[in-house]
């Protein structure tokens, strides 16, 4: 497809159990971000991947939060151990990093943690 | 540390008014900056941007102001419409590092 696309769309989770996020950039994007939505709030910034340099994981809340870019591409973002707090939208976006770097969203995965 | 600040959480407008969405930032190494619209169950989308070396660019009814002396910019939406209801996201970015997002300001356009 021409878009960032995620899976699953949604995924309801018990607590404690580990779940795995996917998402495809757009084709020839260099760029991949992760941010998450919780209920009323904004975004916020997760983890950046750029080209092969090593990613900026400043925005990770803890240390059961990681994630990878296989093959310059696909991004695999992983919760363990999901705790209640972490029910949130999760959404990716991907860009160029040429020009206003404007970055193009996928639809989001809605993360219930029960 | 929030480097991209929308001080205003939410804002109504009457339809056919003009709504102005407002956006502060810190770091003054900036040279793109830009808006994005959000409605719900869906992901932002791409409004307009501004490069760091103009003052204004216009793109139908958005406008989007840039003054860089006060590291501030804002979103100019005229005339408002009842579909422009949606949570607008300030953002900003250096070249080739990661975007920064604000928190956001809910606009409702009252009919």
């Known amino acids: 497809g021409a878009g960032v696309s995620q899976s699953p769309s949604n995924k309801v989770t018990e607590k404690g159990k580990d779940v795995e996020l996917r998402c495809d950039p757009i084709?020839?994007?260099?760029?991949l971000y992760w941010y998450r939505q919780s209920l009323g709030q904004g975004l916020e910034f997760l983890i950046y991947f750029q080209g092969n340099s090593a990613p900026d994981k400043s925005g990770l809340p803890s240390d059961r939060f990681s994630a990878e870019r296989t093959g310059g591409s696909v991004s695999t973002l992983t919760i363990q151990r999901t705790q209640q707090e972490d029910s949130a939208v999760y959404l990716c976006?991907?860009?160029?990093?040429?020009?206003?770097?404007?970055?193009?969203f996928g639809q989001g995965t809605r993360l219930t943690v029960v | 540390d929030q480097q991209v600040k929308q001080n205003s959480p939410s804002l109504s407008v009457q339809e056919g008014r003009i709504s102005i969405l407002n956006c502060d930032y810190t770091n003054s190494m900036f040279d793109y900056f830009l808006w994005y619209k959000k409605y719900p169950a869906e992901g932002p989308t791409f409004l307009i941007s501004i490069s760091s070396i103009k003052d204004k660019n216009e793109d139908g009814r958005f406008t989007v102001f840039l003054n860089k002396s006060a590291k501030h910019l804002s979103l100019h939406i005229v005339p408002s419409q009842p579909g422009d209801s949606a949570v607008y996201f300030c953002?900003?970015?250096?070249?080739?590092?990661?975007?920064?997002f604000g928190p956001g300001t809910s606009l409702s356009v009252i009919p």
């Open positions: 084709s020839g994007h260099t760029a």
């Open positions: 976006a991907s860009s160029l990093q040429t020009g206003t770097g404007e970055a193009f």
């Open positions: 953002a900003a970015r250096t070249s080739y590092d990661k975007v920064i």
